[in-house]
């Protein structure tokens, strides 16, 4: 097992992007590889796998994951604007040969699916790492429940100094309950006699 700091990416609304035309799309992805893979190598981290809707990175430290993060924003905002979310975590990892495995991996990639078009969010551990580097701001978001995770994770916002960070409410764990949802409480038996409990209770 090694430690690193793992980064996932992806394009929010994929599939939406590829309804473009499509010279416009190839152009776009082609863009959006390309700004992966120069913002990973800048910053000394390993691209694992880049395909057309998102990455997998290591990193030796927060510091350098965070500085090719914000690179990447930066990069698929102009002249492009693709919607891309970032999810930072530090952990273990095995290889397997050419392939890595470890929970750390799991936690990483719904860090990542928790973020919101244009966020980068890490967790308590890169935060800790980095949170001296005057290059960074950084918002406390709280603790989120993510799926396959034993216990909650507390995420942070992080960007630029100039950066308008969002705040908790636009952000949904894997425990929040779906929009316009309703609860069925039980239905009390109103008739007379007392005698159509049956009837509720079926409804």
Not at 15 to 37: A, N, P
Not at 66 to 85: E, L, S, T
């Amino acid at each position: 097992m090694q430690e690193y700091t793992i980064m996932f990416t992806d394009i929010v609304g994929y599939t939406r992007l590829i309804r473009q035309d499509e010279q416009i799309l190839g152009e776009i992805l082609q863009h959006h590889q390309k700004v992966h893979r120069d913002s990973v190598e800048a910053h000394s981290g390993k691209l694992v796998q880049c395909r057309a809707d998102g990455s997998l990175s290591l990193f030796d430290s927060g510091y350098q994951a965070i500085r090719a993060a914000m690179k990447i924003q930066d990069g698929c905002h102009d002249p492009y604007n693709i919607p891309v979310r970032i999810g930072i975590y530090k952990g273990e990892v095995r290889h397997l040969g050419e392939e890595i495995v470890g929970e750390s991996l799991n936690t990483a990639y719904r860090i990542r699916t928790t973020a919101i078009e244009g966020s980068i969010l890490i967790s308590e551990y890169v935060y800790e790492e980095v949170r001296g580097q005057v290059e960074f701001t950084f918002k406390r978001l709280g603790l989120f429940n993510l799926k396959h995770a034993p216990d909650p994770v507390l995420l942070y916002a992080t960007g630029s100094p100039d950066s308008i960070l969002p705040g908790r409410e636009v952000f949904k764990d894997d425990l929040s309950p779906p929009e316009n949802s309703i609860a069925v409480l039980p239905f009390r038996d109103l008739s007379p006699g007392r005698d159509q409990e049956y009837l509720g209770q079926g409804m």
